[in-house]
């Protein structure tokens, strides 16, 4: 079975995100410390949406949903 690659990693505070390339899609990895919260799978779209949205969540712009924690 084929593993996830990491990509990226982008941190601020305690914030952190990392985005894996994982067949014909992306996955976003959040973090709060330690703790990783879940993540988000990005579809149909480029490796720059996927690092797009890690630094927006890194940033604070956005949250998970309740359907994507603990994903993965």
Known sequence: MEKPILLHSYWRDKRKA?????????IVRCYHGDEMLGTRIIKEHSE????DA???YVDGLWELEDKEHGIF
């Open 48 to 51: 720059r949406y996927a690092e």
């Open 18 to 26: 990392e985005v894996y390339k994982y067949h014909d899609h992306y």
């Open 54 to 56: 890690a630094e927006n």
